[in-house]
């Protein structure tokens, strides 16, 4: 696994556990959604970023299979 896939996974189960605490916890400032929400987007960012650049790597290798 790729390291940019490994800190983009990490910043998505971040956020989530930020929003899980925001959401479980009553008196608990806003700003922990509002960073949870933050951070899964940029993970989620970066992740599609990451696929869309690698999406035809595939390609190159079947033809040098056959």
């Keep these: ?10 910043l998505i189960f ?5 929003l899980l605490y925001a959401i479980s916890v ?14 899964i987007m940029l993970g989620l960012y970066r992740a599609t970023n990451f696929w ?3 999406k035809d790597d595939h390609e190159g290798q079947n033809e040098s299979d056959k």
């Design 1 to 10: 696994m790729n390291n940019s896939q490994v800190l983009n996974t990490i």
């Design 14 to 18: 971040l956020g989530g556990a930020l």
């Design 26 to 39: 009553d008196d608990v400032s806003p700003y922990f959604k509002i960073i949870g929400l933050i951070i």
């Design 52 to 54: 869309i650049a690698t």
